[in-house]
């Protein structure tokens, strides 16, 4: 398979929080790198952040504009967003999309690195909101 279907895929089975499908991407040893520079390393710890990060932001999707390849390497760049649940209702109010860029380098078997290069702040935002509701 070749490198530029691999990471399609991959942002295919994160538009649809297909975590099964994400990990048969991944290298066993793959590391994600979020955009505050925090890293989480291996295909089950990926895992469970996924799950956890799907549950958070229950309509998470990725808008690829552009992919740029070099080799091993694939640059992605466009756009994210979702919603934060309150009380179990995705609300207007709680919509976040901001401009990404994503890098992925393949290995022999899927992606054995994804990184995020996105400004996190209208998120935190919510989040801080919410959770001052309460």
């Known amino acids: 398979m070749n490198t530029i279907k691999i990471v399609s895929d991959f942002v295919e089975r ?5 975590v099964d499908g994400l990990c048969a991407l991944m290298e066993e040893d793959h590391v994600f ?11 089950e710890a990926m895992r469970a952040a996924w799950q956890g990060y799907f549950a958070m932001v229950p309509d998470y999707w ?21 919603t934060v649940p309150e009380n179990g209702r995705l609300l207007e109010a709680n919509r976040w999309e901001v401009p990404a860029a994503w890098q992925a380098v393949v290995g022999l078997r899927g992606v054995a690195l994804w990184q995020v290069f996105a400004d996190n702040e209208p998120i935190r935002q919510i989040m801080a909101r919410l959770v001052n509701r309460s």
Request: hydrophobic share 40%; no cysteine.
């Open 14 to 18: 994160i538009n649809a929080h297909d």
């Open 33 to 43: 790198i979020d955009g505050l520079g925090h890293s989480v390393t291996g295909r």
């Open 62 to 82: 990725i808008r690829v504009e552009r992919l740029v390849q070099q080799k091993a390497v694939v640059g992605i760049f466009g756009r994210a967003g979702g």
